[in-house]
């Protein structure tokens, strides 16, 4: 009987982290953490196995940016990052997420959309893919 082996790792591992919700209302907290799942769905189905993504990876156990983050995710074979934003604007909230290279620091794309503010929540999905699609001209990302 011959042995199964499992399926090869992703070369390119991608982590996102939780967005962090810099708007000073506690009612953004749960749209932070409902935003940050949407995306690592939305980056795991796009990626149809092409690169690995790891959500809410465990170097960040807290909310916030990354600086809260250890020194260096390397020792997770994380070539990037998605580190994501919810910030008060003149006219309400907008979403940011950056995508970053991992290695260089540098960064490779920011999606930049407003949130309609009376039901956030109903928004996140729409937003999760809107980020996604303004990545995808930097996919599928290849190892540093």
Known sequence: MASRRPPA???????????????????????ADQITD?????????????????GTPPFCASRGTV?????????????YV????IQKTPSGVQVLAHLIRVPEQTHLRVARMEVNT???????????????ADY???WPPRAP
């Open 9 to 31: 790792a992703p070369a390119v591992r991608v982590a996102v982290l939780r967005f962090d919700n810099q708007t000073g209302n506690s009612e953004f907290d749960r749209f």
């Open 118 to 132: 009376e039901d956030p929540s109903r928004a996140q999905s729409g937003l999760a893919q809107r980020i996604v």
């Open 38 to 54: 949407s995306v690592v769905a939305d980056l795991t189905d796009a990626g149809a196995g092409r690169y690995g993504v790891i």
């Open 67 to 79: 600086a809260i983050c250890s020194p260096s995710p390397h020792p997770w074979g994380v070539a």
């Open 136 to 138: 995808l001209p930097a």
């Open 82 to 85: 998605v580190l994501g934003q």
